[in-house]
Antibody, heavy 117, light 108 residues
Framework: QVQLVESGGGVVQPGRSLRLSCTVSGFTFSRYGMHWVRQGPGKGLEWVAVIWYDGSKEYYAESVKGRFSISRDNSENTMYLQMNSLRGEDTAIYYC??????????WGQGTLVTVST | EIVLTQSPGTLSLSPGERATLSCRASQNINYNYLAWYQQKPGQAPRLLIYGAFRRATGIPDRFSGSGSGTDFTLTVSRLEPEDFAVYYCQQYDTSPFAFGPGTRVDIK
């Protein structure tokens, strides 16, 4: 069955960096676009970024543009989110999700990122 | 950038009642690229509807989507106890693929 597992979350100080990973199984990873979505404490869903199935295109939410970078390794069935210059407002659960024409049909369980001194 | 608004913010209903949730876009959404998700506390969201009206795999037929252009609706024909949750719409026509703020459906 389709599985997505996020890792790499934790507590980090403002201004520092963190890299999240999303490792998938149960489907042909190289055929699908992949997304990151986050949810701050007690808040709604915020779309963060997408990467095309072949890595040829990337798009970002304005709130993370220039600080976050999405990438993927199709040989390893893994997607990444490099997060730099982290701020308090980046504190959230980060979900990876599979895109089917960019609707998100499968989700991981999320990894918590806390930006705090 | 397409901005989505959802109404009402909270819907208080009893099991067996009909729920009607609205999602309105600030500009036209092409190809009906509008999805609905359900999220329960402590869980990841789950895709319910894509393409405005197509049910995702395994979604019961009491869930239905309708609409086009800028106005979309999610209807739950008869609420089951497990349907009390938060519902989000999302457009995936144009980046950024934003979500609406959500509608909470709680037990009256």
């Amino acid at each position: 069955q389709v599985q997505l597992v996020e890792s790499g979350g934790g507590v980090v100080q403002p201004g520092r960096s963190l890299r999240l990973s999303c490792t998938v199984s149960g489907f042909t990873f190289s055929r699908y676009g992949m997304h990151w979505v986050r949810q701050g404490p007690g808040k709604g869903l915020e779309w963060v970024a997408v990467i095309w199935y072949d890595g040829s295109k990337e798009y970002y939410a304005e709130s993370v543009k220039g600080r976050f970078s999405i990438s993927r390794d199709n040989s390893e069935n893994t997607m990444y989110l490099q997060m730099n210059s982290l701020r308090g407002e980046d504190t959230a659960i980060y979900y990876c999700a599979r895109g089917d024409e960019n609707s998100l049909d499968h989700w991981g369980q999320g990894t918590l990122v806390t930006v705090s001194t | 950038e397409i901005v989505l608004t959802q109404s009402p913010g909270t819907l208080s209903l009893s099991p067996g009642e009909r729920a009607t949730l609205s999602c309105r876009a600030s500009q036209n959404i092409n190809y009906n690229y509008l999805a609905w998700y359900q999220q329960k506390p402590g869980q990841a969201p789950r895709l319910l509807i894509y393409g405005a009206f197509r049910r995702a795999t395994g979604i019961p037929d009491r869930f239905s989507g309708s609409g086009s252009g800028t106005d979309f609706t999610l209807t739950v024909s008869r609420l089951e106890p497990e349907d009390f949750a938060v519902y989000y719409c999302q457009q995936y026509d144009t980046s950024p693929f934003a979500f609406g703020p959500g509608t909470r459906v709680d037990i009256k």
